[in-house]
């Protein structure tokens, strides 16, 4: 068994000791010390993004990647899809189930959570059984980390962090107080609080505060203990998240799940989930990540794209400016449900509406509304700033007139 690259580039060739342990992780028989042991090698492997290559056959290398059940937040081994089948016998043979997973529903949209309702952000640990690891689960796995996308999103738009008004206007000590005050209405499992296992920030300190709440609490019964960290961060690059407080990033071993289809720059809100990997492990790691881009580290306005931030802050600048003069304006961002995910509304206190997009391309249909404005259709920012300011300071002016 050799660890390779992506382009089949040898790493390394694993010791017998390391083949035997993962033949007996494949076959299921591992316990205890050993199953750590063999955790923590494929977690060695996955976080360099390295495959491995199974020798058992003289004339072409069956390759593998180590895959985490979402289901379960435990790395089990994958046959890489179209790879050749293994030789007869050996412990690492293609399982049926693995196609059965992956062709699993996909996971459904991010959505409106309902307060008050159990979260399920993460299965609980299979009991041991013999056989070979697999992927089954993964279906339910992917609607779980789906969900943390959903909590996120949920939080931002019932704390009003999707909204922008120079009356509303919160320093980041109050929108942080607004998202721990929602999660109060989330339960991880039945009557037990989201905001009671969560952390605002993250760093060694926060996580091992949570760490120890976590390991001391009598409440979650037979379910898997875990918690969130919620924080600005600075970029999420592989498997790593990096913010202001550490150079060298925090690990975490799941999946990144981020809003709007495509990656986007820093500064991120960034909710993860935090657990132990196997049962009766006090070993905890951050399993998945959910991100939104937001306008800057001090104002968690949501952005879709990071070419709206310049024009953002001059519409918040604008808002600001026309409030001094008397015309109030509050600027809306849909995050959850909106037909056009890159859509901002600004509604004035005299009822005037204008729907605007700050992409530079259309990321769906067009509003079906009477004031809608692009963008990237006007010549400059400038331009573009008074267009909207007259749309607004007319009503002033008619109201006075």
Known sequence: MRIIEKNAALVRTLTPAEEELLQGFALGTLVGPRLLQANQLLMKVRSAGHWLACDCR???LPVLNVTLNGHTGTLFLKNNPGTVEHAPGCAFTKDERETAGRDADPSPPPAWLPPDTPLRLIGD???ASPGPANGAGDGAGRREQQRLLSLLLTLIETSGLNLYATHLKKDLTGQFAELRGVAGRYPLIERV????????RLD????????ARLRESTVFGSHRRHGLLLDCVEQIKGRKLFNARSED???????HLFW???KTPGPLLALALYSPTTAGSHYYELIHVASVPVLSRGHLFPVYRDEEREPLKMLVSLIDWMASKGVKVLMRRPVIGGQVMDELVLTSDQDRVLSVSLTEQPMGPEPDTENFKRYADFKSLDTFRKYVAGFFM?????ATS
């Open 249 to 255: 990033g925090f690990d975490f071993q799941g999946h």
């Open 260 to 262: 709007g289809g495509s």
């Open 394 to 398: 007319r009503e002033r002016e008619g």
């Open 204 to 211: 060694m300190k926060h996580m091992m505060m949570l760490k």
């Open 193 to 200: 609080p989201a905001s009671n296992y969560l952390e605002t």
């Open 58 to 60: 003289n004339d072409a």
């Open 125 to 127: 640990f299979a009991r």
